[in-house]
């Protein structure tokens, strides 16, 4: 089988999000208490589409960020699966 997917671009920006997001990683390094990151900003670092970003989406990022999370933070691989699906 070949893992080498697992270290393409989109699971570096998974976990940007989820550092830049997440409330776990967020608390973790002292900045649970200023506002979320500018979501335009940070797709465009990605050289991702934003136009369509609209106020309020950094609430979503913060929602898909704290999922993606606690998938990569699941030890077991069956509980980590049934999280992704």
């Known amino acids: 089988m070949n ?3 697992y270290g393409d ?8 999000l989820i550092n830049h997001y ?4 967020r608390a973790a390094a002292g900045a649970d208490g200023e506002p ?3 979501l335009q900003a940070f797709l465009q670092a990605w ?3 934003s136009a369509g970003v609209r106020p309020g ?3 979503a990022a913060q929602r898909l ?6 998938v990569f933070t699941i030890d077991d691989t069956t509980e980590a699966a ?4």
């Open 3 to 5: 893992y080498e997917h």
């Open 9 to 16: 671009e989109s699971v570096a920006l998974a976990l940007d």
């Open 22 to 25: 997440a409330a776990a990683p």
């Open 36 to 38: 979320l990151p500018d």
């Open 47 to 49: 050289h991702l589409p």
């Open 57 to 59: 989406d950094e609430a």
């Open 65 to 70: 960020a704290d999922r993606l999370h606690t």
């Open 82 to 85: 049934a999280a992704i699906n």
